[in-house]
């Protein structure tokens, strides 16, 4: 009998451990021999822990499981009581286009001998037979952009670093993920930690880069442990080696030290402040060299890309945006979790169709996109199709495609202090709108609260000095969730209000 | 020599390097600049100034402040113009509403969290917080400001935990927390400018204080040497020196030269009247460009001590109490003595010694009144002791005295050997200078029997260090030679054209001997044979590489030998005549070079001609119409013996570069 639980954190918090030991407890009991696979997630986060049973026809989910649920298990899948049916089946599943992500949930993340068998190591392959050109090419052509935030192209990312003059190049892979409402990077490298691996020694060959790191936030223990296992065992197999290696570093807990120049710094030791730019991290980044700094998403998308060709990733997805994305749903939501899909479907459809509304059934109010930096969109917004430019289009962002959902009773003047003082406790105090703005913010919204009416044009001036003053995007995007709750939803920060209550 | 006290042009980053020059447009203006200069310092030689807070020029561009943000045609947002570098037909705003308003709501800012007792604050009228606040048109700050760093009580009454008192820990300068506006200026320049790493920006947001390394650390406590950098750096009056909070500001200032080390660092002193208010160094001094140690900055108290001898004063015998006098007076009875006893005693009976801090004038005539009016060669100076190998190995060699380089060329250099000198203790500004190259990735070789701190220290650490026996450099430098010649690292293209072939083959002969190998000195030098071959191959081969020397080679029983050696290494690999390379002497005052170029030894007369030659001698007889006297003096204030004869000298002395 074949089980797999789940080791993805996000089913561990849900008790994947205790189901996991329980299960092991109660086949000894019984005398029935079972291989139990830790698997990565499906991303179907309200059915954590999703327990799967391999059966002829498929993985049959059974979800959300506790240690009492076990027992049943043993008496026959189907009649379980949490019996979902095949996983694939589930509309979740079957509604999503998984590149990136086709193999997180089904396979062993640490099995080399199960990721080649689902695919893995054919992009690498094919890339050794390429000129460095080609690969970048490839990429370029792809469409594939970056999906730690900024979405540059990563293609051309890659040819300056290339073609950047030095005998010492790195390839620096953020795994930073602060955002709020974002869990990709670690379901990607928990689930499959190997594509990873495959898409950073394939951006090595395509920069000349010998060396790669990857940046794993302080806060992603397991995802940390996985990593470091599978270096070791991707070194044994000599996928890693004398032609590229890989380190694993952890962070020490600043959300700024996922701003790429604060994290090189935080890389070479020093505090993690941003670093004015130019020069490009892709010129003189990592102690100096010509350093590639990718999101987790991006290099694990570049596998698909080499293997099934640029032509294929590039068919999916909408305008300037090519591609897939993997949504992660968050907040106060009925259906949470991660949700891969070419790009291109409306805000509307994600919030109402596929996250299901929100978990307290009260009608959405606001949704933020792209984590604590990103805007607070209305319904009004919600034929907004995700894609860069159109959410740029309506004053937002997409970031790393978090959403938060909220409903009706929250209160968006609290929101937006909450975003001055997000920004207030993580900026990096370099510059001067980010690291004075934002502690003035709070105390600015904090008159409007109390129905100082002239306080808001003074909200307004300090926003447009934070987004045009600000040396990074944590002072100069902070603007945004607070004007936009500011403009939307007008009501919450009126002196009538609090007269009222 | 005065000027008023208009700070000299901050042009608010270094100048760029580059010989390729870059034409763009600053509002409407064409401006031709180096490579890599930045938009601001474009604008600043265009006369145009852009409003800064964290950049001056002395440091590199850091872009904290964002005050200076300007626009470029065609690109997005609002770059800050002390980061962006120019680009050929780049057209640049850097006045308009837009900007305006920018740096207005900057400046509202700052001053939100800025005491404004601006009246009484020392820095009064020499704070760049308040030309700036003047500058951007700030009329008005909006914000109720709560937490504050400044306030010493909070709105409610309590202790505000955000305020730091005042530091006075330290002698020279205070620190006073709350009105730092965190623009990491000095931060940078203790780092960059100094190289000592003794301050840090500590916590995060807007928790950002500058500390000096730990908490518990005050000035004193920390690892900081007092040179002053941050203090210059600094554009409030958060770190002051302490005698401006005393005196006040200075009225007016004349350059000088500071009195104690060979480095001569150029200073401003800075006056009040006739009052010395502080002495701060010369950004166009050719040594130091701007940079000093604490000795210069802050140990000027001579300068109006009370045992300083402002009038002449004579006295009949040592057990006489002296007696102020007329100048008239005093001369009249000085030159009587000296005459009485020449006639009493003879001739060479009288001498003189000059010191080396001494001006090219003073050593001049001192020596013309030696040979001209006492009729002999007894003229001798300080420099005897640190110098005169230098003379004589250098004049053997390269024909001419002098070291070969200026203190800008170690920006230059790749590898850089340091023999018997401990620049961090003894040349403190050249060292800051040395280790800036360094960080920047030069390598170091250091020759010195003590572990000082020279070989290693904050980010940079000698790639070997040959800690030889005492009295052994000729030894170490001779191996070097021997690994340099034996294994082929010469530079044969410089020797044929710059040096003479056949003397070369001679001394290749002589120095590719077994008895001058690593292996063979090991055991007189202690130095392990492997070190040495090593040193020797990076020295040979790592780029531009200069030596710098000190008194731990000149004032030896065998400097003058060593001295010939160290130059022979240069002209072996071709490492002289271009900028980066070189020999260079760092000396024990700042005018060893010129007191000994004027003819302060008893057997040179000016520009290092020998006194015997008659046709030199000839020369002055002429000029000063006397007939000067052709043995040098019986007697020798000298403690350096004749230079031994040994190896290293053979064949090479005839070389010229
Ligand atoms: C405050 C701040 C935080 C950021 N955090 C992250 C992060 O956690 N992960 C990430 O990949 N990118 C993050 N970024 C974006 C990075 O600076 C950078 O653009 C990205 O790593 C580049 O990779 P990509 O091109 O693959 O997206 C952050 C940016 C800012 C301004
Ligand atoms: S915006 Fe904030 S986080 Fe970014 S550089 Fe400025 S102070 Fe640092
Ligand atoms: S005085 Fe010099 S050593 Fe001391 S903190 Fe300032 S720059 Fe650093
Ligand atoms: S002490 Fe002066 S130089 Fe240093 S950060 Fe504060 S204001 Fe800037
Ligand atoms: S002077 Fe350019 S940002 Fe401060």
Redesign the interface.
Known sequence: MKIYVPLDSAAVALGADAVAEAIVTEAARRGVTIELVRNGSHGMVWLEPLVEIATDAGRIGIGPMTVADVPALFGGIARHPKALGLVENLPWMKGQTRLTFARVGVIDPLSLADYRAHGGMVGLDRAKAMSKAEIVAEVTESGLRGRGGAGFPTGIKWKTVSEAPGERKYIVCNADEGDSATFADRMLMEGDPFTLIEGMAIAGLATGAAKGFVYIRSEYPVAIRIMEAAVRLAREAAILGAQFDIEIRVGAGAYVCGEETSLLNSLEGKRGVVRAKPPLPALEGFMGKPTVVNNVISLASVPVILAKGAAHYKDFGLGRSRGTIPLQIAGNVRFGGLYETAFGLTLGQIVDDIAGGTATGRPVKAVQVGGPLGAYHPRSDFATPFGYEEFAGQGGLIGHAGLTIFDDSADMLAQARFAMEFCAIESCGKCTPCRIGAVRGVETIDRIAKGDAAAIPLLTDLCSTMKSGSLCALGGFTPYPVLSALTHFPDDFTPAKEAAE | MKDFIIPDRDFGTPAAKSKRMVTLTIDGFDVTVPEGTSIMRAAAEAGIQVPKLCATDSVD??????LC?VEIEGRN??P?SC???VAPGLKVQTQNA?LK??RR??M???I??HPLDCLTCSANGDCELQDMAGAVGLRDV??????THFKVKNTSGEANPLYIPRDDSNPYFSYDPQKC??C?RCVRACEEVQGTFAL??E??????RVSFGAKTDDALASDCVSCGACVAACPTATLQEKSIVEIGTPSHSVITTCAYCGVGCSFKAEMRGDELVRMTPYKHGKANRGHSCVKGRFAYGYASHKDRILKPMIREAISDPWQEVSWAEAMEFAAAKMKGIQTKYGRNSVGVITSSRCTNEETYLVQKLTRAVFMNNNTDTCARVCHSPTGYGLGQTFGTSAGTQDFDSVEEADVIMVIGANPSAAHPVFASRMKKRLRKGAQLIVVDPRRTETVEGPHYKAAHHLALTPGTNVAVVSAIAHVIVTEGLFDEAFIRERCDWDEFQDYAEFIAAPNHSPEAVEILTGVPAEEVRKAARLYATGGNAAIYYGLGVTEHSQGSTTVIGIANLAMLTGNVGRRGVGVNPLRGQNNVQGSCDMGSFPHELPGYRHVKNPDVRAIYENLWGVTIEACTARVRTSCNPIPTRTTSRRGWRRWNV
């Open positions: 561009a850091f872009g904290s402040c964002r943000l947002g609002t800050a980061t962006t570098p837009r308003q920018l709501g900057v509202e800012l700052y939100s969290d909006r914000y109720d400001a709560v937490d506006i965190v990491s840090t920006i916590g995060r947001g807007f928790d950002s």
